[in-house]
């Protein structure tokens, strides 16, 4: 976290787009290049991404934020405040229990924490904003399917690293922010925790439960555990067919297109072609997605 845009700018690249997404009212931590590759070259501590051509750095968006890096005058490694695999702490005495060993200090305040939201991470690709974790800024803004695109209400549950859940209704996704990987029990209570207070929030009753077709994640047991309980169908969409169609979404393509998947497994990159289309309904089953080619190759930096 930078105290200003010039502070930025004198460590890093920044185009005048880039400039835009770190200055904008989401205030994601941004994707830049380092203006140097020679560590010596630069303020920042050379064990900060070590041997990464890129930083990813943020502006103050928050008040205490502004206090706090107007005195200091110097970026600061900003991270959040959770053991690794687990959600973040939205409680103080949760965070003095888990975190004692680790912070050497804490600042509190009374007001309490409804939801623990990461910070969302974006870059500029090809002159376009892509947002790599959507987070704090973009979730739950609706993601527009298009009329037709949905029949009923839907809840899909995710995958088990990196998950989000989603809520369909009326031609619209509400996605969450990310939740992380499903590791661990708190990881697991953060993410019913999440689908209860969307439930709340949107006054939500689904009629369809969609899941990753891996029968072992998490999430997949949650929605057939939904599913049976609440008498609703279930549909399991092949993993890679949920990447295709993800990018779908996000781009607002429809019809039917050639879809290139790219997953890493341990230390093996994952290729899968095929044809997708985008359709959400009880009927769905992209279990046998039809592929013209898989592919793999070592990949050992892929994660």
Request: hydrophobic share 45%; with cysteine; glycine share 6%.
């Amino acid at each position: 976290m930078f105290p200003s845009l010039a502070d930025i700018e004198a460590e890093c690249v920044v185009s005048e787009a880039e400039a835009r997404l770190l200055e904008a009212p989401e205030a994601p931590i941004v994707l830049l290049r380092r203006d140097s590759d020679d560590p010596s070259l630069s303020a920042i501590a050379p064990s900060v991404a070590p041997g990464n051509p890129y930083l990813g750095v943020m502006l103050p968006y928050t008040p205490l934020h502004h206090l706090l890096l107007d005195e200091l005058g110097f970026p600061v490694v900003a991270t959040s405040g959770n053991r690794s695999e687990e959600p973040i702490c939205t409680d103080e005495h949760v965070a003095l229990e888990q975190l004692g060993g680790i912070a050497d200090l804490f600042l509190v305040h009374d007001r309490p924490i409804r939801y623990h939201v990461d910070d969302s991470v974006a870059c500029i690709v090809c002159g376009r904003e892509q947002i790599l974790r959507r987070a704090r800024g973009y979730a739950p803004l609706p993601l527009h399917l298009g009329d037709g695109q949905t029949t009923g209400s839907v809840l899909a549950v995710g995958a088990h690293q990196k998950n989000t859940i989603a809520m369909l209704q009326h031609g619209e996704a509400f996605v969450s922010q990310h939740i992380g990987d499903l590791e661990t029990a708190p990881a697991f209570a953060a993410f019913v925790h999440v689908i209860d207070e969307f439930s709340d929030i949107y006054a939500f009753k689904p009629s369809v439960a969609v899941c990753d077709a891996h029968p072992d994640y998490l999430s997949t047991s949650y929605a057939e555990a939904t599913a049976r309980v609440k008498g609703l169908p279930l549909a399991a969409v092949q993993h890679h067919y949920a990447h295709v169609l993800a990018c779908m979404a996000d781009n607002d393509v429809h019809g039917r297109v050639l879809g290139v998947a790219w997953d890493a497994q341990a230390t093996v990159l994952m290729a899968q072609f095929g044809v997708a289309s985008f359709c959400v309904s009880p009927r769905m089953d992209s279990s046998g997605w039809p592929t013209c080619a898989r592919s793999a190759c070592p990949a050992a930096s892929a994660r």
